[in-house]
């Protein structure tokens, strides 16, 4: 027989108060080839879940303080569950009911064996749930791998997080949600010295976005020719994303063309989350949308906002992932962003972008992708 890989080797997790009852389900359980944790009391088994990776717990419904209720072994399966909500758990108990089962199964018990209990049952039950929760960790690795690829994939598509082309300088900080992500940002020179940039955000989350944030950043970058033209590349943009995606898909989107000789920002906003335009004196001016959400309709209005943006200015866009950091279930609080923005840029400190991502995941749990972009001009 080859010898059998540690990677393959099945550990079950054996809880029980009564010593004759852990030693014959370890000398089964390593007859048939698995790994075997023991554990005597509820405490002991929190403790050896907390620190073990078991495929499979088969624990005792009652203990010491209660030998007959199940209401210890109840409670010990709740606070397994919410440790170790992938892994299987078999209740079992000599004490049993018809009652003790459901209520055991309604807990989250993935099977019910009585004491005493039939060798060749109790290890086609092991089987059976190890076998599901086999295939489960096997499909979930292979997701996780093709998730690896499709990050690396739009890594790569993503430009680099820092840009400067003549007194013009962007800063971009990206912190997907997930392993990928539904916001898309790009920025390029173009032929006549100009900057473009643009900032989006698709519906949805994971694979499914990611897909979507491709074909959007593509279509965009088709039209490149058009960036002096916002309102006419947007246009364009909108059409072939409605065509190419359904109904239910859209994007918000920031996009600007900055002319630095003329110092003039022409910008579309499609539904997005209004940019912060900080003055060098400190002033604030908000840029509203112009236009709708992309692919909501095909032949949608799209008009042009124009604004200075001059030597010592910046102009913060960002998702809605930012905008809704500080939001809580208590609190609806719309001018969190606005506030951060003001109070970071009193402090005057370098990788404005970064700080204020690296706040916005520090102010809760992260439900969406965040994305903050910093354009600004070079003071004189």
Known sequence: MPPVSMTDVRKVLVVDDQADVREALRLLLKGAGYAIQMADSPEAAIAAAVGGDQHLMVIDM????????????????????????????????GWSTIELAVEAMQHGACDFVTKPWDTRHLL????????????????????????????????????PACFAVGNVEIDC????????GGDLYDFFETESGGVGFLLGDVCGKGMGAALLVANLQATIRSQRDLAERPARLLERTN?????????EHFATLFFGFYEPAAQT?????????????????????????????LGAFENALIEE??????SGDR????????AEAGMTDDTDDDDWALDSI????????????????????????QADDITVMEVRVARN
């Open 342 to 365: 003001r109070c970071l840029a009193r402090t005057r400190c370098e990788r404005f972008a970064g700080r204020l991502a690296a706040l916005a995941t520090s102010a809760g749990e």
């Open 315 to 322: 102009l913060l866009v960002f998702s809605d992932g930012f």
């Open 239 to 247: 059409r072939m994303f409605f065509h190419s995606t359904r109904p």
């Open 62 to 93: 009652n203990y010491a303080y209660d030998t007959t209720s199940g209401r210890e072994g109840i409670a010990l399966l709740d606070h397994l569950r919410s440790l170790k909500p992938d892994v299987p758990v078999i209740a079992m108990t």
């Open 265 to 293: 920002l022409r910008y579309v906003n499609c539904g997005h989350p209004e940019p912060v335009l900080l003055r060098a004196n400190d002033a604030v001016e908000l840029l509203a949308p112009t236009a709708m959400v």
């Open 305 to 310: 906002g124009t604004a200075r943006l001059e």
């Open 173 to 180: 900080a990206f912190v997907p949600a997930g392993q990928v």
């Open 124 to 159: 086609e039950v092991f089987e059976k749930h190890l076998g599901a929760e086999g295939r489960r960790r096997a499909a979930a690795t292979s997701l996780n791998n093709e998730l690896a690829i499709a990050r690396r994939v739009q890594t790569r598509l993503l430009p």
